[in-house]
């Protein structure tokens, strides 16, 4: 039996999309076993609305809430029982095997950080998504935010760090990892680029490829993109502004008038097709990697399936005991390179 706490009072909409993603995700895995914390008057009704199965969840009590907008810094040190502490606390003391959360991003990092610790050999968590691609697998992207200045030698324990993720959940042997950089050549880049790519390249354990640029993002052609949290978030948000304004400028343009309407009325399944592909729901649920402890970050706005693949994105970690892969990697690889 695999055992998932929720931040069950996290994100824009609460347990009224967590709940039904809960149910969701029980129906797609049979040995699962849901822990709520939160509010325990908000959340029974709904699990009774929703007919949960009685034997397949608990609910954890936790009396506050950490907003959308609260100072990281202020909900660790005054919300000590917020669903979100709560949750992350239950990873630490064994009671779930993973967390997931789709509240205030900085607060999940520093909560996290705080009482599940990093790794052996681990500065600093990151965090990481899959994006889709040209190709048929999706590519990996760290860190989307965590870090927004780091170090060479931190920009390589990610590429580390989502090397064994990504070999362990979609069993590629050797992913290809490139460098985010402003130019394929060798002679581009800042200095901290360019020092990152002289640790990678003489890391045999990795297969480090060279660098990317930001419009090779979604071409497929490597598994691992690694860029600090700064480029990583801009990268990210640029990406969702553009995919935002091309589907408002598609709408805008198929009805304008009759003959647009009736154009788009043949282009529906075409149009279908392309939602589908490029639905956030299949992609949602971002990994704090480097932690002593599985957390997915579910994004805030999530929808019921998109919460529900958060859900399924802990159980993986949770079946590829990813932190331990990560650990055993580091601890082979790094043991002869000196911390900063």
Known sequence: MIRIGLDAMGGDHGPTVIVPAAKRALQYHPDLHLVLVGQADVLTPLVQKHKLPTDRYTIHPATEIVAMDESPALALRNKKDSSMRVAINLVKEGVVQACVSA??????????????????????????????????????????????????????????????????????????????????????????????????????????????????????????????????????????????????????????????????????????????????????????LGLQGIVIKSHGSADVKGYAHAISEAVREVEKNIPHLIGAQIAKILKDISPV
């Open 103 to 288: 509240g205030n991003t900085g607060a999940l990092m520093a909560t996290s950080k705080f009482v599940l610790k990093t790794l052996p050999g681990i500065d600093r968590p990151a965090i990481i998504s899959a994006l889709p691609t040209l190709g048929e697998r999706f590519s990996y992207m760290l860190d989307l935010g965590a870090n927004v200045d780091s170090t060479a030698q931190q920009l390589l324990q990610f590429a580390v760090m989502a090397s064994s993720l990504v070999s362990a959940v979609d069993n590629i042997p050797a992913p290809k990892v490139a460098l985010l950089n402003i130019g394929a050549e060798e002679i581009k880049g800042n200095a901290l680029v360019k020092e990152t790519a002289e640790l990678l390249t003489n890391l045999k354990e990795i297969n480090y490829v060279g660098f990317v640029e930001g419009d090779d993002i979604y071409k497929g052609i490597v598994d691992v993109i690694v860029c600090d949290g700064f480029a990583g978030n801009i990268a990210l948000k640029a990406s969702e502004g553009i995919a935002k304004m091309m589907a408002q400028r598609i709408k805008e343009n198929f009805t304008r008038n009759f003959m647009t309407k009736l154009a788009a009325l043949i282009a529906a399944p075409v149009l279908r097709n392309i939602k589908r592909q490029f639905d956030p729901g299949r992609y949602n649920g971002a990994s704090l």
